[in-house]
């Protein structure tokens, strides 16, 4: 048998000899159609997101809660003003919102939903299909600079940052640019 090429979901994987990183999964058509609604507002000068963020995820400390909550309560400083929405289920879902209660910022907790309906930090996924979404959707990710982040890289809507510093930044200037029919 000839293996020509493995092809890892992302950089999070284990690398071998030949291998090239591929997303396979794409998104739901529904997200892009989301993306082509908001390029069509932008177009006609509209505003077509509000300030602030949201974070999607199952609501667990594994998920990412606690680096963000860090980097929000370590900052909120240098980002006031800002208003976050947390959207998920799970065990962890009381202690997130209690934790998010004591910043100085605006912190909503939500039960979960798809944020396809009418934002983080997770590096525990080897393809974090939330983040595809998001961007298929014309939307800023502002995702940690993790292995299982690369792929997204390639996209003008992703920001990736290293430390807290790098978090305010990116957080600051999440302003969405459409997506290229290429990246489409």
């Not at 090429?5 to 892009?32: E, M, T, W």
């Not at 929405?85 to 879902?93: A, K, T």
């Not at 939330?130 to 920001?159: W, Y």
């Amino acid at each position: 048998m000839l293996l020509l090429q493995v092809i890892r979901l992302s950089a999070a994987i284990q690398d071998y000899p030949r291998s090239i990183i591929c997303n396979l999964h794409g998104v739901n058509p529904k997200f892009l159609e989301v993306g082509k609604k908001i390029f069509e507002q932008l177009q006609s000068c509209n505003r077509a997101f509000t300030k602030g963020a949201y974070y999607i995820g199952k609501m667990v400390w594994s998920k990412g809660y606690g680096e963000l909550l860090k980097l929000l309560r370590d900052h909120q400083k240098e980002l006031a003003g800002l208003e976050i929405d947390l959207y998920g289920n799970r065990e962890d879902s009381d202690q997130v919102k209690e934790a998010g209660n004591k910043l100085k910022l605006v912190v909503r907790v939500h039960p979960g939903r798809d944020h396809g309906d009418p934002l983080f930090h997770d590096t525990t996924d080897v393809v974090c299909t939330t983040t595809a979404e998001a961007l298929a959707m014309g939307k800023i990710v502002i995702c940690a600079n993790h292995p299982s982040n690369d792929f997204f890289k390639q996209f003008s809507n992703c920001r990736t940052y290293d430390d807290g510093n790098g978090f305010i930044e990116a957080t600051r200037n999440a302003e969405p640019a459409p997506l290229t029919d290429a990246l489409r």
